[in-house]
């Protein structure tokens, strides 16, 4: 295809369709590198009101990097992959303290910054400075395995070489910015995983999958492992209508965030041996048992969190003791909400104290 032909004719379609997003009415790179941070594995929809929150409560790059962590993480709360919420802190804090506060205007010093990869680099590059870089997103693959019948495995290193080779060759000089929008937004609307518009695409004439039939299976990705199970013992810990939390400093999922006081094992236990398995019997003889939870799902990328939630009373005069020993504060739930929470906890808290 007519590299020419296929840049001009996306283009025109991306005018005509786009989604009228807030990001897409800037040229500020520090706005557009928001955007791209919080849109990382997460659906247009579900980033909006995130980036609308993060935009309003730290206009520039400066304020981003002024907060402290805790607040970056509470506004975060719920949108998930926490490490992108603390990758994007630190960012904030070299462009301020390294960059005075403005962003590298070419993709290769934009590289340069720790935390910013080849694609959040070339969006920025493309959106706010025009430089005629590709983008190479999940849509991008789709969108050009498909029209150009590649079956090369995209997850490989040959693939990724590949495709961005193609991709680079496409982008034309003159509005590199709307190619790299049209792209993925063509891939987002129209060239979709499952059910693709073929009926409706620019491209169905020319388009070797369509032509083929393999619209199903292109692009071709290896499969992933399967999940990791994990089981999780909570002891909600009350004393004076105060709730015991803890922070998750750990090289874990949900590093930063507060949770109960956590018991992993390989299975579920009784509560019984539970605490006898972790020498905890004697700490937690007076505590009253006042509710045993059922079984909670909670499914990550990688991994599947079964959890269970025991609801122990305890006592004003054992509570510092049991603080000292296992590392834990009690708080009253308003400094609750305040902290930055895993969706699991956040909810389970609303359904049975907030």
């Not at 791209?36 to 929150?53: C, D, F, N, S, W």
């Not at 992108?84 to 590289?111: C, D, W």
Request: glycine fraction near 4%; proline fraction near 4%; charged fraction near 25%.
């Amino acid at each position: 295809m007519n590299k020419h032909f296929f840049a001009s004719k996306l283009i025109e379609w991306y005018l005509r369709h786009k989604r009228d997003l807030p990001w897409r009415h800037t040229r500020n790179p520090y706005l557009i590198w928001l955007s791209e941070i919080i849109l990382q594995q997460t659906r247009v929809k579900q980033g909006m009101p995130y980036y609308l929150a993060f935009a309003e409560k730290f206009p520039t790059v400066q304020d981003l990097a002024q907060a402290d962590e805790r607040e970056v993480l509470r506004l975060w709360q719920g949108l998930g992959y926490y490490a992108r919420a603390r990758n994007m802190h630190k960012t904030a804090k070299i462009v301020h303290e390294q960059h005075q506060g403005t962003f590298p205007e070419t993709y290769s010093n934009l590289l340069t910054l720790k935390g910013i990869g080849p694609y959040t680099a070339a969006a920025i590059a493309s959106f706010a400075f025009q430089e005629q870089v590709a983008v190479l997103d999940g849509n991008v693959f789709r969108v050009l395995s498909r029209l150009f019948g590649i079956d090369t495995d995209i997850s490989s290193n040959e693939g990724k070489k590949q495709f961005t080779k193609l991709a680079n060759e496409l982008i034309p000089a003159e509005n590199p910015d709307l190619f790299n929008q049209g792209i993925m937004e063509f891939g987002a609307l129209l060239c979709t995983p499952v059910s693709p518009q073929c009926m409706f695409c620019p491209f169905n004439n020319e388009c070797i999958a369509n032509l083929t039939g393999r619209q199903e299976v292109l692009p071709v990705k290896a499969k992933k492992n399967n999940s990791k199970e994990r089981y999780f013992h909570y002891l909600i810990l009350k004393s004076d209508d105060k709730l015991a939390m803890k922070e998750r400093n750990m090289k874990d999922i949900w590093s930063g965030l507060y949770d109960f006081y956590l018991l992993e094992e390989k299975e579920f236990y009784s509560l019984e041996t539970l605490l006898l398995k972790h020498d905890l019997t004697e700490l937690f003889g007076e505590a009253t048992l006042e509710k045993e939870s059922l079984t909670y799902t909670h499914i990550l990328t990688h991994q599947k969190v079964y959890a269970r939630f025991w609801h122990l009373a305890i006592s004003s005069e054992k509570s510092s003791e049991i603080a000292s020993r296992l590392g834990i504060s009690f708080y009253s739930l308003d400094e609750i909400q305040d902290l930055p929470k895993p969706v699991l906890i956040n909810k389970y808290l609303h359904e049975y104290f907030f």
